[in-house]
Nanobody, 124 residues
Framework: QVQLVESGGGLVQAGGSLRLSCAAS????????MGWFRQAPGKEREFVAA????????YYADSVKGRFTISRDNAKTTVYLQMNSLKPEDTAVYYC?????????????????WGQGTQVTVSS
């Protein structure tokens, strides 16, 4: 069992930056691939970024490539999402998820655990 708690969301102006954190409970964090997804009002949840359990492989949605960076610190059982050059269309609730395997996934159906989400609002 893994519990995930996101933090770091907030209100930021377009062009600004935020860093989201997802703290995981449990001593087997290093056995989980992790991912970030987001859901805007009236839209379905969409993939943002994912990272393998070792951190050696990362994946990004085209809409965030070059602006967002996913990373993890297995010693701190935390995964991060550094978001730069934010745009109003990045406004959403951001969720982190965990998969009980090494390889990351861009498909939310593969994820076994989810956090409660953190709101990110980008003003124009």
């Amino acid at each position: 069992q893994v519990q995930l708690v996101e933090s770091g969301g907030g209100l930021v102006q377009a062009g600004g930056s935020l860093r989201l954190s997802c703290a995981a409970s449990g001593r087997t964090f290093g056995n989980y691939a992790m991912g970030w997804f987001r859901q805007a009002p009236g839209k379905e949840r969409e993939f943002v970024a994912a990272i393998s359990w070792s951190g050696s492989s990362t994946y990004y949605a085209d809409s965030v490539k070059g602006r967002f960076t996913i990373s993890r610190d297995n010693a701190k059982t935390t995964v991060y999402l550094q978001m730069n050059s934010l745009k109003p269309e990045d406004t959403a609730v951001y969720y982190c998820g965990a998969i009980r395997r090494a390889r990351a996934s861009i498909d939310e159906r593969d994820y076994d655990y989810w956090g409660q989400g953190t709101q990110v609002t980008v003003s124009s």
